[in-house]
């Protein structure tokens, strides 16, 4: 199904991508800004502050006052809210179309007056929100250092996935307004940033605003590229025991695989989707339908640039032994490496993505966001309508080949939750 998603692109003379999506549709129009920076580009001893910088950018700015970012879009009936992941953090506002410009102003005059407004109360304060996030999501939370143990696991304490997004309780702590100074004047500048514009707008007039706001922002300095290289793929199993206050024990069984920028990350998600993807998939339907061993049974590929993790996670139902429930999974993935896979399933799963992706894009927050994507990390707007065609083409031997090839054991980390005293 071939997908033509329309939109121009352009720079400004300080380096700021800019893609436009027209769609007068409907009178709304949705602002999206990447900024080509996340926790991958922290250090060991410096976690958690691309989280912590995307909170302090709604603090206030240069000519917008303490939390008035929120108020401001929301006073028109408009969503804003923001994210970070591993490579990337976005900022995203969705509006009434002819409250645009408003959107514009307010995430140039962050971008380009931000560290302006910025006090010790407010990073104190973000700080404690950010810590309370933390606590409330792992710290505190049955299974919560699931991401942590796993992350540390799989890569090496200098590779910048091997901590997790929201960074360590120790590294906030030390973070001092000259650390969120450096970090504004080092990746929060036009050079580094994709701003998209969808949904209803007048084109002269949205190319005269973001010159207007956007175009006396200072390029800024190049930002250090990220020296890494992973190297870990097939260096034997690791395996950790973790006791914790849980109910049930939970197994967490990680393989390293190829990341988002490559074809077979596209044939991991169909695997995951054959394994995983709603109650007809195998892992429901063997280990908790049919077997009754899983209270939870489920798959998913984690999203990471140059590298990525196929992650399974089994609960075993009360009274289920960790170690057969173990033996259970590995025998559903010991059927997709013999080959196990017929044309009948792989088609359904192609027709659920091609089914999701369609229905994302009746929306222009996701096309905006879609079109940011594909520009800052595959440096390339256009893959939005080439993704569907990726996906439709994978065959029944690429996912075999690719089970094959990447779900080994020597290639996995194995966390594995008990209850303590047990």
């Avoid at 509006?95 to 307010?106: G, I, V």
Wanted: glycine share 8%; hydrophobic share 40%; with cysteine.
């Amino acid at each position: 199904m071939p997908i033509n998603i329309p939109f121009k692109s352009y720079r400004l003379d300080n380096g700021l991508q800019v893609l436009l999506h027209h769609d007068a549709t409907t009178p709304i129009t949705a602002v999206n800004l990447w900024y080509n920076v996340g926790s991958w580009n922290e250090k060991p001893g410096k976690t958690g502050f691309a989280h912590l910088f995307e909170h302090m950018m709604f603090q206030g700015s240069g000519h917008v006052g303490s939390d008035m970012h929120f108020r401001l879009i929301q006073s028109v009936g408009g969503t804003v809210n923001g994210s970070t992941a591993f490579n990337r953090t976005n900022y995203y506002e969705t509006l009434p179309s002819h409250h645009l410009e408003r959107a514009l102003w307010l995430e140039a005059d962050r971008m380009g007056f931000l560290f302006e407004a910025m006090t010790q109360e407010k990073l104190d304060n973000q700080r404690d929100v950010v810590k309370n996030e933390r606590r409330q999501r792992v710290d505190n939370q049955p299974y919560g250092l699931w991401l942590d143990k796993t992350l540390e696991m799989a890569f090496p304490p200098d590779y910048p996935y091997h901590w997790p997004v929201i960074g360590y309780m120790e590294d906030l702590d030390a973070a001092g307004l000259e650390d969120i100074q450096h970090f504004f004047e080092t990746y929060y500048h036009p050079g580094n940033a994709s701003l998209c514009i969808a949904g209803d707008f007048d084109e002269a007039q949205v190319r005269n605003w973001v010159d207007s706001y956007f175009g006396t922002i200072p390029r800024g300095v190049q930002p250090p590229g990220v020296r890494a290289r992973f190297e870990g793929y097939f260096g034997g199993e690791k395996r950790e025991l973790l006791e914790d206050n849980v109910q049930l024990p939970r197994i967490y069984l990680s393989y390293h695989v190829p990341g988002m920028d490559s074809r077979e990350f596209i044939v991991g998600q169909i695997l995951s989707a054959i394994l995983s993807g709603g109650k007809s998939a195998r892992l429901y339907n063997e280990l908790s339908y049919k077997r009754q061993l899983a209270q939870e049974a489920a798959c998913f590929l984690f999203p990471m640039l140059q590298t990525s993790l196929l992650m399974f996670m089994v609960t075993p139902q009360n009274g289920v032994a960790v170690d057969k429930m173990e033996a259970a999974l590995q025998k559903e993935i010991d059927r997709v490496t013999a080959s196990d896979i017929n044309d009948g399933e792989l088609e359904r799963i192609k027709n659920q993505i091609v089914a999701y992706k369609v229905r994302e894009l009746q929306s222009v927050s996701h096309i905006a966001d879609g079109l940011n994507q594909a520009a800052v990390l595959y440096n390339d707007p256009g893959y939005i309508n080439k993704e569907l065609e990726l996906y439709q083409a994978v065959t029944r031997q690429d996912v075999v080949t690719f089970a094959q090839k990447w779900l080994q054991n020597s290639n996995r980390v194995v966390l594995t939750f008990i209850p303590k005293n047990e």
